[in-house]
């Protein structure tokens, strides 16, 4: 797993990195009561707003990490936005993008660059 600055994590599954937010970010959040998510098929750009979580305390963007194609939506956090909350490194994944150079997940923090940068 890689981590940004924005909280948000990400992974290579299935050739697609899969992106969702930390542990940190949903604690932050508070109860989330929605999710907005973007339309498959829709391409981005690194720093694009594509996701809208609204929580008990306030409205949050979340940012592309990285350039690509949204190819799969988490339909269930329509359903279930407390899901971010419960399992936000696991079953509350937002999106699955294809990204042709997932090189520049290199520059991102490990899971110990982000411990410290949330310390």
Do not use: C
């Amino acid at each position: 797993m890689k981590y940004t600055e924005d909280h948000e994590w990400l992974r290579i599954e299935d050739n697609l990195v899969v992106v969702g937010i930390t542990e940190h970010a949903s604690e932050q959040l508070g109860d989330v009561v929605f999710v907005e998510l973007p339309e498959v098929e829709t391409q981005v750009a690194k720093g694009d707003e594509i996701v809208v979580i609204e929580s008990v305390k306030a409205a949050s963007d979340i940012l592309a990490p990285l350039d690509g194609e949204i190819v799969e939506v988490n339909a269930a956090l329509a359903d279930s936005p407390a899901l971010v909350n419960e399992d936000p490194l696991g079953e509350a994944w937002f999106f699955k993008m294809k990204v042709e150079d997932t090189s520049e997940m290199d520059a991102m923090m490990d899971e110990d660059g982000y411990k410290d940068f949330i310390a």
